[in-house]
C-alpha cells in the first residue's frame, strides 16, 4: 500500500533537503508537487484542499524558517497532518458491554465481508482472549453460510447451524439466544451485501441493527475501489450510523487514496485492514504508524510485533543457547529464513525499517530478495541432517546433488556456504566477547 505516494514524497523531500534553507516558494512548489501525488493517488480533492492548505501554513511559519533543519521540519509538519487525516490514533473496539458484543459486519457484495469476518473473530480469539460466534444473515448468495462455516472450522470458532428457508430477522434472533445460552463474549452477524447500495438492502440491515444493537457497527470496504469505497462508506454511514471501517485488499492497492481519504470524508475511524487473503492477515490499523510507512521512517514497533508473532519461544530459546556453545548449523540457518519470510519477507522487513524504504530497489538490483531466500531454503532442505550439521562434508560431488536437488546451480550452494561461515564468524564473536564484551564493546567490538 502507498507505494506510489511514498516514492513521489521520499523524491520531493530528498530535493528540499539538498537546499539547505528553505523559502517561501520552495516550500510552494513542494505542496504543489505533493498536491499532485495525493491527488494520483486517489485521495479526495477535499481532502488533498485541506491537507495542502494545513502543512502550508505551517511550513511558511517562523517554526520552519528558524529551525536548524528547515526540510526535515517540513516532513515532520507532513507526517503529522498525514497522521490527522487518517485518524490520529488507532480506534479500539468497544466490547464493554453485557455479553455477548454483537459486531454487525456491512458492506458490498464482494468487499470481502465473510472473509474479515472470519479474521476479526480469529483476532479476537487469539489476541484477546474472547469466545466467539459467528453468524451468516446471507441468505442471498448461494452457499454463503456454507463459506462462513467452513472458515469457521478452520479457525476453531464456532459458527451458528444453517436452517434452510430461515430470514435474516429470524437468523438475527437465533443467533442472539444461541450465542447468550453459549456463554459468548462476542457475536460476529455477516450480513448480506449486493452489487450497490439499495433501499432493500438498507432496510434489511437498519432492522437488524435494531433488533441486535450492535456493540460494533463495521463497514467492510474494498480499498482497490479507491474513492468507490469512500462513497459507499458516506451512503452506508448516513443511513446507518458506523462505528468503523474494516479495509480489506490494502496489500493490493498501491495508491492508499481510499485510506487517506476514509476517515476525514465519512468521520468514520479505520479499525482494522486486511493485509492479503489468509485469516491471519490482518491488522489493527495504527495511523501513526501508517503516516511513517508512507514517508519512508519505518514501522520499529510494527517489525517488533511481527518477529514476535513471528517466533516460537521455544525455539527461540533452543538457538540462543546453539549461538552461545557456537553451535549455530545450516538447520538453524534456514530457520531463520523462514521466520524473515513469515514477517514479510525482505520487502516487508525494508519497508518497516527506518530510512531503508528505498533500499528495496537496489537490494532487488543486487538479486537479494523474496526468490532468493527461497532457493537458499530450497537448497539447505536438499541437504541430508548430516550435512546441515557439519557443513565441511559438501565436496564437490555432494554439492552437485544439492544443486541437482534444488534446481539451483552450483555457484549459488557455494554462495550460501559463504554467507553461512560469514554469519558463523559472527556468532563465535558473540560468544568470545559474551555478554559483558559486547555491552563494553558494543558493534565496534563485535565487527572489529
Known sequence: MFNNLSDKLNNIFTALKKRGALKEEDVTAAMREIRIALLEADVALPVVKEFIDTVKEKAIGQEVVDSVTPAQMVVK???????????????????????????????????????????????????????????????????????????????????????????????????????????????????????????????????????????ETLLVADAMTGQDAVNVAKSFHERLTLTGTILTRVDGDARGGAALSMRQVTGCPIKFAGMGEKVDQFEIFHPDRIAGRILGMGDIVGLVEKAAEAADEKEAAKLQKKIQRGNFDLGDMESQLNQMLNMGGMGGIMKMMPGMGNMQEKLLGAGIDDKAIKRQIAIIRSMTPKERKFYKLLNASRKRRIAAGAGVPVQDINRLIKQYEGMHKMMKKMKKLGKKGMLRGGLEGLFS
Do not use: C
Open 77 to 215: 509538519i507532513v507526517h503529522d497532518q498525514l497522521v490527522a487525516i487518517l485518524g490520529a490514533e488507532s480506534s479500539e473496539l468497544n466490547l464493554k458491554v453485557t455479553p455477548p458484543a454483537v459486531i454487525l459486519m456491512a458492506g458490498l457484495q464482494g468487499s470481502g465481508k465473510t472473509t474479515s469476518s472470519a479474521k476479526l473473530a480469529k483476532f479476537l480469539k487469539d489476541k484477546q482472549k474472547k469466545k466467539v460466534m459467528m453468524a451468516s444473515l446471507d441468505v442471498y448468495r448461494p452457499a454463503a453460510q456454507e463459506q462462513l462455516k467452513i472458515l469457521g472450522a478452520s479457525i476453531d470458532v464456532e459458527t451458528l447451524s444453517i436452517v434452510d428457508g430461515q430470514k435474516p430477522l429470524d437468523i438475527t434472533k437465533r443467533a442472539l439466544k444461541e450465542a447468550k445460552l453459549s456463554g459468548m463474549d462476542v457475536l460476529i452477524l455477516d450480513t448480506a451485501g449486493r452489487l450497490h447500495v439499495d433501499d432493500a438492502l438498507m432496510d434489511e440491515l437498519i432492522a437488524v441493527h435494531k433488533l441486535s444493537k450492535p456493540a
